[in-house]
Nanobody
Framework: QVQLVESGGGLVQAGGSLRLSCAAS????????MGWFRQAPGKEREFVAS????????NYADSVKGRFTISRDNAKNTVYLQMNSLKPENTAVYYC?????????????????WGQGTQVTVSS
């Protein structure tokens, strides 16, 4: 059973940075796409970024391009989301997700496993 555990969330001032981590276990990750999503209060869960575990190909939502960077450490089975120049509107619970078929999609429906989420709060 695939397990995903996020960490690294917290409270930060606008303009600051955070790095989220997602520790993955229980799966054969070489063919997976790993994604980060977020959900703000009263809003739907939305795509933030994804990375192919095998070749490192990345994809980003337009709203975070140039500020967020997704990466992975194959040896540690960990995916990261470096978030810079944070804005109050980035406040949300951030979720790590795994697509076992490696489809590199942006829809929540394409992801098979989810972590419990980590809260990111950006103060103005």
């Amino acid at each position: 059973q695939v397990q995903l555990v996020e960490s690294g969330g917290g409270l930060v001032q606008a303009g600051g940075s955070l790095r989220l981590s997602c520790a993955a276990s229980g799966g054969t990750f070489s063919s997976y796409t790993m994604g980060w999503f977020r959900q703000a209060p009263g809003k739907e869960r939305e795509f933030v970024a994804s990375i192919s575990w095998s070749d490192g190909v990345t994809n980003y939502a337009d709203s975070v391009k140039g500020r967020f960077t997704i990466s992975r450490d194959n040896a540690k089975n960990t995916v990261y989301l470096q978030m810079n120049s944070l804005k109050p509107e980035n406040t949300a619970v951030y979720y790590c997700a795994a697509d076992v078929y490696g489809r590199h999609g942006v829809s929540v429906r394409l992801y098979d496993y989810w972590g419990q989420g980590t809260q990111v709060t950006v103060s103005s």
